[in-house]
């Protein structure tokens, strides 16, 4: 092995830094000179084959988790000596009447399921799959990244999920860090309520729960090389979360309800199609420094930068009325993660928005992360390792 400690060496730096930061009352130039360099992250990640299948046995964590409820999929992630495993389910269910048939169906095929009132609840990736069998539309049960209000089941769906990917841990009482989004800038759904059922349903499991913003995760996870000094943006299905990270101190964070869901839907109606026919065009063939050539994609590239220009927006007029602004000698990078920062060269396309906003803070670049869909799950496990080595 390469570095065979190198995660460690992680967390302790981060620990490091945690420490000088709960010392220092406020936030210096001169500090960002004085921190140190930190090793290159070499984390490397393997996304468990057939996690995602229906079958495979959720594991037993025999260590710290880090855990990534999204709006279009449940990450889990887990050290497994040097390196992070992943695990990843899809968030979405739909229902079905109670029956012998059914139930037949549903266990010959090893269908993930479970039962509630007088129907059956198909959950994960096999919701997908039997809903294109039956034509039917898969449900969310979290919507613009919240516990969706409309689903009143939506935690036990979230839950089932969960379950098919870790069960309780070995050692009672570990430690799981979950990701939470940052407020809403208008918008709709409590986030005071999603962040607190997930508490207790974790703790339910036997896991000592702690949350973590997700822009702060995806710092964690991307921006070791910058002393965790940076702006991490997660661009998911049902919204972007932001936070302007200062030596691993969250200084400002957001989120807006707009993403990749928005995208969809935006050109659907637009052009006249089903979203998620424009979902699956989005994600095989766009392109974004390629000219568009056609109806869909050029309503793509309106609503893409649609969602760059309101993330872009919000963050200088939060950035403008800060009154904890870091006074930072250096530029700050961007990191860019989530599906929806996927698409060939968005990292060109945000930079060159970017240059049409004048910002409070010089930025240094922007950045896609190195694992967009795993970042958030990843930073969060960081975190988790972290708290117990405390
Ligand atoms: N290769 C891709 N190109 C463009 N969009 C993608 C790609 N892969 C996934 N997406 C989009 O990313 C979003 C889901 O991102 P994800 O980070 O999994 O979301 P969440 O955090 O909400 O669970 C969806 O809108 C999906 O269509
Ligand atoms: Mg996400």
Not at 213 to 229: F, K, P, Q, R
């Amino acid at each position: 092995m390469e570095n065979d400690n190198e995660l460690e060496k992680l967390q302790g730096r981060l620990s490091e830094l945690k420490k000088q930061g709960t010392m220092a009352s406020s936030f210096v130039e001169d500090k960002m000179g004085a921190a140190q360099p930190v090793d290159r992250q070499k984390v490397t990640s393997k996304t468990a084959e057939g996690s995602e299948a229906r079958q495979k046995k959720a594991i037993i964590p025999t260590g710290p988790v880090g855990l990534d409820v999204g709006t279009s999929h449940i990450i889990a992630a887990c050290k497994d000596r040097n390196h992070i495993d992943t695990y990843k389910q899809l968030n979405a269910f739909f229902t079905l009447p109670k029956s012998n048939f059914a139930r037949n169906i549903l266990s010959k095929n090893d269908i993930l399921h479970f039962e509630m009132g007088n129907h059956f609840y198909i959950y994960g990736y096999s919701a997908q799959e039997f809903a294109l069998m039956f034509h039917v539309n898969t449900r969310r049960s979290i919507k613009k990244g919240l516990l969706s209000a409309e689903e009143k089941d939506s935690i036990y769906v979230v839950q089932a999920a969960v379950n098919s990917l870790i069960q309780p841990p070995k050692q009672f009482g570990e430690t799981l860090c979950f990701a939470t989004p940052g407020e809403p800038l208008q918008g709709t759904g409590s986030l005071v309520y999603h962040e607190s059922i997930l508490k207790r349903f974790l703790t339910g499991m036997g896991y000592t729960p702690i949350s973590i913003n997700e822009g702060m995760a995806v710092v964690l996870a991307e921006l070791s090389d910058y002393d965790y000094t940076g702006i991490g943006i997660s661009m998911g299905g049902g919204m972007c979360n932001v936070c302007v990270s200062y030596l691993s101190f969250p200084v400002i964070t957001f989120s807006i309800q707009k993403a990749g869901d928005y995208i969809d839907s935006m050109v659907g109606l637009s052009v006249d199609e089903p979203a998620t026919k424009i979902q699956s065009i989005k994600e095989k063939n766009f392109d974004m420094l390629k000219e568009p050539k056609d109806r869909i994609s050029t309503a793509l590239h309106i609503f893409y930068e649609d969602v760059i220009h309101s993330l872009l927006k919000s963050l200088q007029r939060i950035l403008s009325s800060s009154e904890h602004l870091p006074m930072i000698s250096k530029p700050m990078p961007i990191v860019l993660s989530g599906g929806t920062a996927m698409p060939a060269g968005c990292e060109e396309k945000f930079q060159k928005i970017l240059q049409s906003y004048d910002m409070p803070i010089q930025i240094e670049g922007v950045h896609i992360a190195k694992d967009p869909l795993n970042a958030t799950a990843k930073g969060a496990l960081i975190m988790a390792l972290t708290e117990v080595t405390e």
